[in-house]
T-cell receptor, first 117, second 116 residues
């Protein structure tokens, strides 16, 4: 089956620093990738949708300059949390839609636990 | 816009008992429906999905769900649960004509806890 890998799985950073999270499709080409944020005991909230080679589309209320998304290739998307603060601590999950697969298929990464201290 | 409501935030059951996790949705157009499972500190795994056709959908790990258009529901069931089924379960919808593709709207989740 299609595999999506996120790295790192856990990261702790100091307030004011930036953190980059990678999302890779290991055995397929991902034309579209999605970034979600999940607070403890809550659901997934879509942050942005990115298509390879174009700018990401952000959901209302998501700061574009704070959460930088790059989808430079068909197998890699990155989310950079800039100038992180404790309130950015959360579980971030990516998912990817495979080129050639039905658009009902979304494969999820294992998530990244970000803690800002 | 579509929305998803999972009626129970927590469902405790004993091992080998049957379980039903309830999901209702709201949409002005036809939607695709999904159930995902999330184990602690992990991503989501697809259990099953309804796109069209038979309203009873069978998924992995012995789960099944029934699409009921008149009641706008898509409840998840398993006749006999195991300890290993303890996890968070999410119901989700997708609009077939969604131009951004595979954009899912999730419910709030139901924590299933299977006790020995």
């Amino acid at each position: 089956g299609a595999v999506v890998s996120q790295h790192p799985s856990r990261v702790i950073c100091k307030s004011g620093t930036s953190v980059k999270i990678e999302c890779r499709s290991l055995d397929f080409q991902a034309t579209t990738m999605f970034w979600y944020r999940q607070f403890p005991k809550q659901s997934l909230m879509l942050m942005a949708t990115s298509n390879e080679g174009s700018k990401a589309t952000y959901e209302q209320g998501v700061e574009k300059d704070k959460f930088l998304i790059n989808h430079a290739s068909l197998t890699l998307s990155t989310l950079t949390v800039t100038s992180a603060h404790p309130e950015d601590s959360s579980f971030y999950i990516c998912s990817a839609r495979a080129q050639g697969h039905p658009n009902t298929e979304a494969f999820f990464g294992q998530g990244t636990r970000l803690t800002v201290v | 816009a579509q929305s998803v409501t999972q009626l129970d935030s927590q469902v405790p059951v004993f091992e080998e008992a049957p379980v039903e996790l309830r999901c209702n949705y709201s949409s002005s157009v036809s939607v695709y429906l999904f159930w995902y499972v999330q184990y602690p500190n992990q991503g989501l795994q697809l259990l099953l999905k309804y796109l069209s056709g038979s309203t009873l959908v069978k998924g992995i790990n012995g789960f099944e769900a029934e699409f009921n258009k008149s009641q706008t529901s898509f409840h998840l069931r398993k006749p006999s649960v195991h300890i290993s089924d303890t996890a968070e379960y999410f119901c989700a919808v997708m609009m077939p004509r969604e131009t951004s593709g595979s954009r899912l709207t999730f419910g709030e989740g139901t924590q299933l806890t299977v006790n020995p």
